[in-house]
DNA sequence: TTGGTAACTGAACAATCGTTCATATCCAAG
DNA sequence: CTTGGATATGAACGATTGTTCAGTTACCAA
């Protein structure tokens, strides 16, 4: 037996992927076998083979679309005129791209240790250049005198790891909206940056 | 061959536990063997056993003592007399002691998924009593008018994220010193909370 | 000096791992 | 109707996994 009726590589590829984010998340990476990735899509171990090189290479792809959404996604972002405005802007991005995709999440930020070494340069410069978008926005509010700021690498990652820290709690359906958790996460940015 | 000249119970079995929070940390529960930590215990598999019921119980005695230490490290904390003063003992305490102990911190956030439910649910109550120790403070600064908070569990996981993400860039050695980095993480607490 | 026990070895267990490959089936194009 | 490439199976590979255990050694108390 080979082949079963009606199957696709355009439906089969993305499965494979979404198997792969949903199990990496839930278990960590090197916790989910490859059979176990199959068995969710529905398919034979060798099968994966069609659609990637190796784990490794399922794991960097997940972890460098991911990036890749997140810089696209920001780049496309309105900004409005005053660095506070970006701020504002970059924060209400920041929670709403990482409250929508809760997994590729969790991968990008806990599975970095298991990337090759290749692998792990690649997204670690996506990463930079992510915190590079918000340090250049707390460099220009410095210099336009609306922010007050000791230390812009400092507040930078202080900034990010708030905002990403809601992640760990958010429960859809919960007590708040998430635009009211925008909202109170901003108030809190604005506090921490002194406007 | 069996049992070395000189060796120790009293000695190996620290020796286990150190091994394994350094492997753990850097390569993850899931991807160290048993054969690894015996490695550089200088140890063969086995020897382990006799100082663990099996993996699990490892990473678990870890995980507890690692938030038995911090809760009883905040307890012992001197925290002033107002709850401004509660709040910035708590953000430099929470600062120092996880910058003393990077490795077992971050097995503590990374490894919750590898425990058993039991182990979790143990590991997760004694996470939740910290957070209620700052959620308190925030509390006694709302009702004596101290601070401006529109939602206090949220506050207290912004500040819990902010102050816990400092271990993901600070390296020893580096541009701020220790105190530098408090300072102006305590600047931004206060801002956030409106004081 | 002897005996007992704590500490450890080294081999073995079944299970599972990532990956490869010969083979089979399905579908579309000629 | 034939053919060829795309899609999948299922068995197999050697390596490694966590864990157990009978046997061996080093040490200490008597």
């Known amino acids: 037996m080979a082949r079963k009726t009606g199957s696709h590589s355009e439906i089969t590829g993305p499965r494979v992927r979404a198997a792969a984010l949903t199990l990496f998340a839930r278990h960590g990476f090197a916790a989910v076998s490859m059979r176990q990735i199959a068995r969710e899509v529905g398919v034979q171990a060798g099968a994966l083979y069609l659609y990637t090189k190796d784990k490794q290479s399922l794991l960097f ?49 806990m599975e970095l240790r298991n990337l090759t070494d290749e692998n792990f340069a690649a997204i670690e410069a996506l990463r930079r250049q992510y915190e590079g978008e918000l340090e250049a926005i707390l460099r220009a509010g410095q210099e336009a005198g609306e922010l007050d700021l000791s230390d812009i690498r400092l507040s930078s990652m202080a900034i ?30 604005r506090g921490a940056v002194g406007a």
Chains 1, 2 share one sequence.
């Open 61 to 109: 792809d997940l972890m460098r679309t991911h990036m890749d959404e997140l810089l696209a996604a920001w780049v496309d972002e309105p900004k409005g005129d005053t660095a506070l405005d970006a701020l504002e802007a970059f924060s209400r991005f920041h929670i709403r791209f990482h409250l929508e995709r809760p997994d590729a999440v969790f991968i990008a930020y």
């Open 160 to 189: 990010i790891a708030m905002l990403t820290g809601v992640n760990t709690w958010y429960r859809e359906g919960g007590r708040l909206s998430r635009e009211a958790v925008a909202d109170r996460y901003w108030d809190m940015v």
